[in-house]
């Protein structure tokens, strides 16, 4: 069984940064593409950025392009979404998500394992 445990979250003012960990447990995570995905308040859960495997390839939301920064380390187990220059929308829950697909999708229904999520507060 796969599971995954973020953290990082917090509150931090406009123009901060924080840096958010995925760490998982189970499964094979060297071969599985990892994303981050966010709900804000009354909105649905969104895309926000995702790596595959390896680590060469990676999109992102372009509503955190050039802001936010994902990267994996396989020896740990962990993936990492650093996000600079947050702003007071960027406040949501974040969760990460593994896929065993072998793709590198950009949509919910292509991971397979899901964290809990982690509170992240941008004040303005």
């Known amino acids: 069984q796969v599971q995954l445990v973020e953290s990082g979250g917090g509150l931090v003012q406009a123009g901060g940064s924080l840096r958010l960990s995925c760490t998982t447990s189970?499964?094979?995570?060297?071969?599985?593409?990892v994303g981050w995905f966010r709900r804000a308040p009354g909105k649905e859960r969104e895309f926000v950025s995702t790596?595959?495997?390896?680590?060469?390839?990676?999109h992102y939301a372009d509503s955190v392009k050039g802001r936010f920064t994902i990267s994996r380390d396989n020896a740990k187990n962990t993936v990492y979404l650093q996000m600079n220059t947050l702003k007071p929308e960027d406040t949501a829950v974040y969760y990460c998500a593994a896929s065993s697909s072998g793709l590198v999708p950009i949509v919910e229904y292509g991971y397979n394992y899901w964290g809990q999520g982690t509170q992240v507060t941008v004040s303005s």
């Open positions: 189970g499964g094979t995570f060297s071969s599985y593409a």
């Open positions: 790596i595959s495997w390896g680590g060469r390839v990676t």
